[in-house]
């Protein structure tokens, strides 16, 4: 399975603020997506990121306030923009490997953000 | 939304196997079930997956039913360490392009000593 880290691994941030979560896998990957878990909730997609292109967003998350980057095959980042104590969550990363682990997905530990 | 149906806990005790039921009754022929844990506060662990066959690893073992409209995830000896919230998932099996993964609210499987 690929190895995969998260910048930072908690953060507290005022309202208004934007952070960026940096996810670093230790292989190239085809696809990475980002997750959002709110408190007490389960995990919901927010977005799909591919190489090379523009990240597929799912319903109810836009890109002026969830941009993402996808430069190369072992990296992405994900900025939380004017935040707002509702965004306060859990956010991670997955991998989609090629080869062996084509057909499955792994995770990284997650950011834990609370906006004041 | 999710296309599973999970009870909302279960407890077993140590030692003892622990058995997870999942109901995927809409499933589709080209749809295969995945199983996932989180620990508190940590990213969702892979566990196991399969389509129609059963399958075991070092972690579990899956059982699915003939008609594919349920499934049962199994560890063997429970220990404290394996209280999480399980989630049983359903979905095509790509080697490039895939969808992410869709998450039901799972079971949380509390062992006690």
């Known amino acids: 399975s690929a190895v995969i880290s998260q910048k930072p691994s908690r953060d507290i941030c005022q309202r208004g603020t934007s952070l960026t979560i940096q996810c670093q896998v230790d292989?190239?990957?085809?696809?990475m997506f980002w997750y959002r878990q709110q408190p007490g909730q389960s995990l919901t997609l927010i977005a799909t990121a591919n190489q090379g292109s523009e990240a597929t967003y799912e319903s109810g998350f836009v890109i002026d306030k969830f941009p993402i980057s996808r430069p190369n095959l072992t990296f992405s980042t994900l900025t939380v923009s004017n935040m707002s104590p509702e965004d306060s969550s859990i956010y991670l990363c997955s991998v989609e490997g090629r080869g062996g682990s084509a057909d499955t997905q792994y995770f990284g530990p997650g950011t834990r953000l609370t906006v004041l | 939304d999710a296309k599973t149906t999970q009870p909302t806990s279960m407890d077993c005790a140590e030692g003892r196997a622990a058995n997870l039921p999942c109901n995927h009754s809409t499933i589709s022929g080209n749809e295969y079930v995945y199983w996932y844990r989180q620990i508190h506060s940590q990213g969702p662990q892979y566990i196991i997956h399969?389509?129609?066959n059963n399958e075991t690893n070092e972690m579990a073992s899956l059982i699915i039913t003939e008609d594919r409209k349920s499934s049962t995830l199994i560890l063997p000896h429970a220990t404290l360490r394996d209280t999480a919230v399980y989630y049983c998932i359903v979905r095509v099996r790509s080697g490039g392009g895939a969808d992410g993964l869709t998450f039901g609210k799972g079971t949380h499987l509390i062992i006690q000593p």
């Open positions: 399969g389509l129609k």
């Open positions: 292989s190239q990957v085809t696809m």
